[in-house]
């Protein structure tokens, strides 16, 4: 998180699950201008369905998916013009690009 901060010059903030993120977006009414979700930070707790409901509930909001090359045909059908597939192992720097490109084409710029 503060590698991405630093490297994209955005605020930042981390959920350790999509749980939480879940819990974010509705106890505390956050509207993320985008989403990086590493498929395998905890093994074995995210499935498709799970980051499929997190995207679910942010419709205008892109994301970054991290995924192992396994995870991504089985994530396939959340392809979207808003979200970028990262195969392991990936640098911060390609997710700093990939979230900057996103942030672009959506017209938002650092703060």
Known sequence: QAQLCETCNYDT????????AL?????????PVLVVV????APGELGPADIEHLLYQL???PAVLI????QRSALAPLSTHRTVFLTRPVSIG??????RRLLEQKGHTPE
């Open 13 to 20: 903030i981390s959920a350790p699950g999509v749980g939480e």
């Open 23 to 31: 819990t974010l977006l509705h106890l505390a009414r956050m509207r």
């Open 38 to 41: 590493d498929t395998g930070q």
């Open 59 to 61: 419709p205008e909001t």
């Open 67 to 70: 995924t192992s090359a396994l």
């Open 94 to 99: 390609a997710v700093a690009e990939a979230a």
